[in-house]
């Protein structure tokens, strides 16, 4: 198969990690891993421990372009990894296949991710992402808002969500004089 993220290289039979089969690409590192070899992979090594050395500066690289699956010629879905990093993994549908650009595993397995591939390509793991991203958001929003009283006003909205009364609370905080009949 030749690479269809660099253009340039093949695809060679390789092990992305101890007994993990892949193709990976002699020109830019990139590998295509099929989900049938990482579930298999998976099931014999269900107690590996993929985070105990995590590799020091990683570097990871990303096509930012839209790329062909190597197998199908399908074009390949993006997919985010997590809120925390722009990085998206390639799945093609067609082929049930990853592709990840060279250094993705590591950064992966630093995320404590590499076990768990298959929930990244989730409706559920994509919308937690956004909705993550929408809560931090409206955190700043306020933030910027309320400037200086937002700590406070954050620090109340906690002990008003712990109240069993809490929209009378409010309503006493709202009330012109609550004091008044």
Aim: charged fraction near 25%; include cysteine.
């Amino acid at each position: 198969m030749n690479c269809t993220a660099c253009k340039k290289g093949v695809l060679s039979p390789a092990y992305l990690d101890v007994m993990l089969p892949s193709h990976a690409c002699n020109e830019c590192g990139g590998v295509f891993l099929r989900m049938i070899d990482y579930f298999r992979w998976q099931e014999d090594n269900e107690n590996i421990d993929l985070v105990a050395n995590p590799p020091v500066g990683i570097h990871a690289e990303e096509t930012s372009t839209a790329i062909l699956c190597p197998k199908t010629g399908v074009l390949m879905t993006k997919y985010r990894i997590s809120k925390d990093t722009e990085h998206r993994l390639d799945f093609s549908a067609a082929a049930n296949a990853v592709w990840m650009d060279k250094g993705e595993w590591e950064l992966l397995k630093t995320a404590g991710l590499a076990t768990r591939l298959n929930n990244l390509f989730t409706s559920h793991w994509q919308h937690d992402i956004h909705a993550q991203e929408s809560s931090e958001v409206m955190r700043e929003l306020y933030a910027r808002r309320f400037g200086e009283h937002y700590a406070a006003l954050s620090e109340f909205r906690a002990v008003l969500d712990a109240m069993d009364d809490k929209h009378e609370a409010i309503a006493y905080l709202m009330a012109e004089d609550p004091y008044k009949p």
